[in-house]
């Protein structure tokens, strides 16, 4: 009785509708602006001295031997810088990337984190939020003795194995201050 009333160009009308809406909502990017970084001094830093603390090693050779938070600062052009904070314990780790440019404008932000635990999980890391602060314009000022702090928010989408084909989500909010 329903196959009845459901023939006719209106039932096929919204049928082609629901397919494109569907169609047209997989199809969507995420794309986030995080915004300006703001210069100010730090006694306006808010983010808690407990919060960890990178700082660049007495020697670099960014292969991430060392242990601890790492601070990597590098001038990819005149216009860009990259700040990219590095923390590892031996066993898990978490590193976030982003990129200026010469208007103190976030471009990129990159998040993830590892573990030394392999049980064939995947993971992919969407940064949904960065805010940061500088106490110098360093493209004015220069890199050193550049510090800041970062706030991080972004959505992690676990797929536990091969075996479980369902994703789920969960939030990390991560905090840092950094000084070269």
Avoid at 8 to 22: A, D, E, H, R, T
Avoid at 78 to 87: E, F, G, H, L, M
């Amino acid at each position: 009785m329903w196959l009845a009333s459901c023939s006719g160009k209106n039932y096929y009308y919204g049928l082609i509708s629901c397919l494109f809406v569907l169609i047209g909502c997989q199809n969507e990017k995420h794309q986030t602006t995080y915004g300006k970084i703001r210069v100010t001094d730090t006694s306006h830093f808010e983010v808690a001295k407990t919060s960890p603390l990178f700082t660049i090693p007495e020697s670099v050779d960014n292969d991430f031997r060392d242990f601890g938070n790492i601070l990597i600062l590098k001038k990819i052009n005149p216009n860009c810088i990259q700040i990219k904070n590095v923390s590892n314990d031996g066993y898990t780790g978490q590193s976030i990337t982003f990129t200026i440019d010469s208007t103190l404008t976030i471009v990129t932000a990159n998040y993830s984190h590892w573990t030394d635990a392999q049980d064939g999980s995947k993971e992919s890391f969407t940064v949904d939020q960065l805010t940061a602060k500088l106490s110098k314009n360093p493209f004015k000022e220069g890199i050193e003795k550049l510090e800041g702090e970062f706030e991080v928010k972004a959505t992690t989408t676990r797929y536990p194995s091969e075996f479980y084909k369902f994703p789920f989500q969960y939030r990390n909010d991560f905090f840092g201050r950094f000084q070269s």
